[in-house]
């Protein structure tokens, strides 16, 4: 059945892997890695000449369905809709407006469910949580792929892959499901999306330990990543949900959707007003029964506390500042998914980074060459040929047959398409172009005066390449890969001036290490004067003059740095969670600020001995993590988490996701960032730029603001009706006013007065602020006493303007007028107050927020067609009042605003001493 000779053996059996049986095979996970190819063949009764016959495909296909992620159901429209009525705060409005239209007011009731209705509608359009992570991961795995079956080749989507099906590889090719390989000839893959690592991994055959990490398993070749050279063939081992893609999706889905350090807030503070609400409208009713009054009077003054001392309009304004703060960061390059993500930004005390295109370019760029003895750095950065070699001057000798070696013996191509550099074919390889671009030499043109006459194909087993080319009528073999093997088959160097001298080895193997202690990935150059017209294998064993060294690294983006130094003036920790190699990691960690010096790196072999409290500790402590396995990266956020942070994870590949759905806020990269990472994200950088966080966090906090700033205003007019009812009752008095003019009130001045607020600017100092603690309640203790002394000047200024009308003799709907105008009119000059919670509306500028003066005109138009107009008098009760009325009522406002005014005054005097 199976011909795989020459092929190594590893041990008959590795831990953890079931016998033959299939249902077992794939209802647990396999270490096919350490397993032989002809083994793992033999287990899934594949053949690798012949493929599985038809019969068997439908079989197989029948007991593991098609190679595609199963979906999650999401929630439906109609369902997210009905979960707008569930909040307490409406509840409590829904059984108010039924039990009103029991009772035959109509009026207010249809008012009631109008509100409800409206706050509903713009909550269910503004949130829009589309759960798309799992249909991406779906499409990530959905093309076509050259199967093996009944002995010929056919061309087929992979969905219909099956375990056990022969697929053949090329470059280019996006890997189908998860393979072994049992074929691979100069075979690399790109798995930064699953893995984290950025640089190509050359795959192979032979059999690997059973612990080695997935981002090592050169054996395997993984769904969703791709081939970028060579050919190989290899067996599918798992399909759909079983792939480490599938097990990735699992992840996510298994992730909870996080509620925000706002919406528990607000739990919190809902929870207990209707305990405050409920308890005092209880006593409410009993105080006016026990005085004889009607049950059915004393239950309408009620529902009119009720309805006054629920902030009906904080639901909507809530949503729209949110959906404000979402205009304002689109225009900083950060597109909000997910709406309270904009509030968590400003709550965020930990952002957990990935390295590779995220704080660096995810463009490897050479920054230093070793040749003639000499180390000269290159400057620029990514795959712009901008920069210089050295200090500019004219490359010559050595230096310049190190980037001419690079250029020759290189299979990458450089273009340029809208304004954009890119690499086509290996990172690496595109490097060394940009660097010989950087000192005149312009591959097109060496390639067509020195062709390519022969090549030995860069393999894992040799870690080298090699081209032979005719130069000058000489015949020369250019080498480039690991030093480890081109260093011992050298005999001679070159030095400065391209001359040949004896090998200085020491100096050499010093200068490598001193490059990868630097982080840099180092490429060893060597050339060879060939006799003949073709290279083989045995061409480089001895005789090799060495040429020089190549020291490249993925580099940081240049405002990574100021970006993170910003983060921690900020009082926000910034960590590194890479599945790069732990040198490189602490090398850029270091370069952006993230680590000092002294500081260590944990690497993912290390974390998997950690138990959760272990971890926990950990992460107090470490800002690097490195060769991190996806589930790892989920770990490392939940711990962050019990130690009650609140976390911000970025990311842009597939290995991301999970961790990003877990996280407070996830943050995905627009332009190197997988579908299926922004799926899973809250945020997305349209620039993949760190630095975009840092504004986002800015603007975060400012909208954070704006919503207290906002509860601020609105409470006192809730608790000021709720105290006027009270007073009300226990003095024996008519309502000074009715349920349908506190809808009125609360409704009109939260939509034209108090959503001004939203359109505050961000105030200065904001990015000095360390982050709020995740415990802290909304409203400080502070801002709890400005709140009762302004509820109780709303309480004194319109019950006493009501009481003083009746005893001049004015009418029950005059007197009510005046009560509801001098709410309104205290409202609107309390607004100035709360535009800064601090400081005086004449220090932020009086018109700094011209919206502001928008909504206060608006607000006096409509009072004035409520107060004057017949068809609202008889709708809401209301009756035209006098100029004395009006200036009485100026009087109590301007007394209200002078008042906080002062007490804001005397508190930022206190805090200074």
């Known amino acids: 059945m199976v011909a795989a000779t020459g092929m190594p053996r590893g041990p008959g059996v590795c ?54 992620i199963t979906p999650r159901p999401g929630k ?38 109008g509100v409800t209705l409206i706050n509903a509608v713009i909550g269910f359009i503004q949130e829009g949580r589309a759960e798309n992570a799992l249909e991406a991961l779906a499409r990530s795995v959905t093309s076509e792929v050259i199967v093996l079956r009944g002995g010929g080749k056919q061309r087929l989507p992979s969905t219909a892959l099956v375990p056990g099906d022969i697929v053949l590889l090329a470059a280019g090719d996006k890997v189908p499901a998860d393979l072994r390989l049992f074929r691979a000839k100069d075979l690399q893959a790109i798995e930064s999306a699953l893995t984290g690592e950025s640089a190509p991994v050359p795959k192979h055959g032979d059999v690997l330990p059973e612990d080695t990490l997935l981002a090592e398993r050169c054996n395997m070749a993984y769904a969703g990543t791709t081939m970028i050279s060579g050919q190989g063939a290899g067996v599918v081992v798992a399909t759909g949900d079983h792939t480490e893609t599938g097990r990735i999706s699992r992840l996510i889905a298994e992730s909870p959707d996080l509620t925000t350090p706002l919406t528990r807030r607000m739990a919190v503070f809902s929870n207990w007003l209707l305990m405050a609400i409920g ?106 040929p901008s920069g210089k070699i050295g200090e500019g001057h004219n490359v010559a000798g050595a230096l310049r047959e190190c980037l001419l070696a690079g250029v020759l013996c290189n299979d990458a191509g450089l273009s340029r398409s809208n304004r954009h550099w890119e690499v086509v ?71 400065g001036n391209g001359l040949a001298v004896a090998l200085r080895r020491e100096e050499i193997e010093m200068s490598a290490r001193s490059m990868a202690a630097e982080g840099l990935r180092v490429l060893a150059v060597a050339r060879l004067a060939a006799s003949t017209m073709s290279l083989d294998a045995t061409s480089a064993d001895a005789g090799l003059q060495f040429v020089g060294l190549v020291g490249m690294v993925d580099p940081p983006r240049p405002k990574a740095i100021a970006a993170v130094r910003t983060c921690h003036g900020a009082g926000i920790r910034v960590k590194m969670i890479t599945g790069d190699h732990a040198i490189t990691a602490l090398s850029i960690a270091r370069q952006v600020g993230i680590a000092k010096a002294g500081e260590t790196v944990l690497t993912g072999r290390e974390l998997a001995v950690l138990d959760d409290e272990g971890l926990r500790g950990v992460v107090r402590k470490v800002n690097v993590f490195a060769r991190v396995e996806p589930a790892q990266k989920l770990r490392l956020v939940r711990a962050l988490q ?70 601020t205003w609105t409470l006192p007019t809730n608790f000021g009706e709720g105290l006027v009812i009270v007073a009300a009752i226990l003095a024996g008095a008519t309502l000074p006013i009715t349920p349908l003019q506190i809808l009125w009130i609360n409704m009109t001045t939260a939509v034209f007065l108090g959503l001004m607020l939203a359109f505050e600017p961000i105030e200065h100092g904001v990015m000095r602020r360390s982050p709020r603690p995740p415990g802290t309640p909304i409203l400080d203790a502070a801002l709890v006493w400005r709140i009762v002394l302004v509820s109780v000047l709303l309480l004194a200024g319109s019950f006493g303007l009501f009481l003083r009308e009746l005893a001049q003799g004015q009418s029950l709907a005059e007197a009510r007028t005046v009560a509801l105008n001098v709410f309104v009119v205290v409202q609107a000059m309390y607004l100035f107050n709360c535009r800064s919670l601090t400081l005086s509306a004449l220090r932020i500028g009086l018109f700094s927020n011209p919206a502001i003066w928008y909504g206060v005109l608006i607000m006096a138009l409509l009072q004035a067609l409520l107060t004057y107009l017949p068809v609202m008098n008889r709708l809401f009760a209301t009756a035209p009042i006098g100029w004395s009325e009006w200036l009485e009522i100026f009087a109590v406002s301007v007394l209200a605003y002078l008042v906080v005014g002062l007490e804001k005054r005397l508190r930022a005097a206190a805090a200074k001493r």
């Open 76 to 113: 439906g429209p109609l369902l997210r809709f009905a979960l707008q009525f569930v909040q307490p705060l409406v509840v409590v409005l829904l059984l108010a407006g039924v039990v009103t239209a029991i009772l035959g007011e109509w009026v207010d009731s249809g008012v009631i469910f």
């Open 642 to 711: 019990a130690n009650g942070d609140v976390v911000a994870m970025t990311g842009d590949g597939v290995n991301d996701a999970p961790a990003l759905k877990q996280a407070d806020i996830g943050i995905a990269m627009g332009l190197a960032g997988t579908e299926v990472a922004k799926d899973a994200a809250d945020m997305v950088l349209t620039d993949d730029d760190f630095a975009a966080i840092e504004a986002a966090v800015e603007e975060g906090r400012g909208v954070y603001d704006n919503l207290v700033k906002f509860i």
């Open 15 to 68: 831990a953890g892997i079931p016998g033959n049986q299939m249902s077992e095979e794939f209802a647990q996970p396999t270490a096919w890695h350490c397993l032989p190819a002809d083994e793992a063949a033999t287990r899934l009764t594949a053949s690798f000449e012949e493929g599985l016959a038809d019969d068997e495909v439908a079989s197989r296909r029948a007991q593991h369905g098609e190679n595609r």
């Open 425 to 495: 074919g290996d990172p690496t390889e595109g490097a060394l172009l940009v660097a010989a671009r950087k000192a005149g030499l312009d591959e097109r043109t060496l390639q067509k005066l020195f062709p390519r006459l022969d090549e030995i194909p860069f393999d894992s087993a040799r870690q080298y390449m090699a081209t032979l080319h005719e130069i000058e009528g000489v015949r020369l073999a250019y080498f480039k890969g690991a030093l480890e093997q081109l260093l011992p088959r050298s005999t001679s160097m070159l030095d």
């Open 279 to 384: 308890l005092l409208a209880a006593l409410t009713f009993a105080v006016g029964m026990w005085r004889g009054e009607s049950a059915f009077a004393m239950f309408m003054a009620a529902v009119a506390l009720a309805v006054g001392a629920i902030p009906e309009g904080l639901p909507a304004a809530m949503t729209i500042t949110l959906a404000i703060g979402v205009s304002r960061m689109a225009r900083r390059r950060a597109i909000i998914r997910k709406l309270p993500a904009v509030e968590t930004l400003g709550s965020t005390t930990v952002i957990c980074s990935d390295k590779t295109g995220t704080l660096t370019e995810n463009q490897m760029t050479v920054r230093e060459l070793y040749a003639g003895g000499v180390r000269t750095m290159v400057s620029g950065s990514g795959y712009a």
